[in-house]
């Protein structure tokens, strides 16, 4: 695997050479500091561009362009790091040498187009695109509550505090009545001028030829800024854990539990942290998978997952609404256990074995190899070869130093109304 960056003014493109692979992916990341109110707006913005364009002017039209380049498969997402809201177009398409010359030239010239000339006239967006793409955001924000596992989480991080954490990356329902066809298109502007960029592109390429066509498509069009901070301050749990319950139409109660981590390090956070968070609650061999579901049988499932930008742990699990105290009880003992590094040497080989498989996994996918590379642009990160090698090398006693700076700051219950019998 080979890869160059080249800075082009306006934007980064990253050239990633890997003959593994039969297809060639493009990923075009625009991010800016993240807004509350523009949430919403900045969602509704990139469905529409995906949508339709100014010269595929429907679904329809779209589809069969992406059919007529050899099945090219072309997605954007938003999400939050830490203090940005991050968007992707996300191109992918088989090499020129499995299709037909230029295909490939042609799909990067169709996502410059879906990104850069939208369905757009007189400074406004296309109405009845505009309206399709209103009445789905209506429909998907209006049934946030449907899914208890989202919103359990969605409201125990609005309870947690103001920061971005508690923000809703996929927006609020009543923000999309200030969304109209003008302003969006005005935002859009906002977004094409100010967002910074970076481009990467993987494949078995060529890297002057790749270099011309994306000059091409991709002209300068934003202003270079300076990169800000990514990191959520950290601040430290309360002295007493916050609980709080909501009550929610069905059989099953969902617990979300989020702990704080503070001071730690750039290594702490990326090493032995992730290791923390394996033993605890990271697989079937975790802490709370064996004592909380299969040794007590408390919960259906049980997790623990680590948003290392925001300085948060997040604990989730669904039971049954009578075993909430005892289920808490237990969970705290097993974070109580890490901190007391009672946890055996078995315990970290099998999670550092779990480490190198997920590394190996990320190899073998072109979309997680550009995350990765992405992640070493903004956060400076190590490659996937000196992760892999410096996670090997982690001992017991820098994770139980970690995990003395884990503490539960708040408990969040959603509650199911009925009893369910048995877990």
Known sequence: MEYIKKNLGSYNLHLIKCQKFKSVMVKVYFREPIKKENITIH????????????????????VLKTQDLYSCSISSTDTRLGNYLNTCFRMSVLNDKYTEEGNLEKCIEFLSDIIYKPNVEK???DEKSFDIIMNQACLSLSSVKENA??????????????SPISYRSFGYLEDLKDIHAENLYSYYEKFIKES???????GDIDFEDIDSIIRKYFKARTFKKTKGDF???AKRAPMRKRIVTEENDSNQSKLAIACRTYNLTDYERNYPLTLYNIILGGGVDSLLFREVRENHSLCYYISSTINKLDNIMLIRAGISRDDFKQTVKLIEKQISVMSHGTFTEEDINKAKELYQTAI?????????IIESYYMIELLGVDDIETKAKKMKEVTKEEILAVSKKVKMDTVYLLEGRYQNEGN
């Open 196 to 202: 910074d960029v970076d481009i990467f592109v993987i």
């Open 43 to 62: 969602n509704f913005l990139t469905t529409m561009l995906t949508f339709s364009s100014n010269k595929y002017k429907t679904k329809r039209e779209m």
């Open 149 to 162: 596992n989202t919103y359990s989480m969605i409201r125990l991080l609005e309870n947690l505090d103001d």
């Open 360 to 368: 190996e996994e990320i190899e073998e996918s072109e979309s997680e």
């Open 231 to 233: 990191i959520i301050p």
């Open 123 to 125: 400074k406004k967006f």
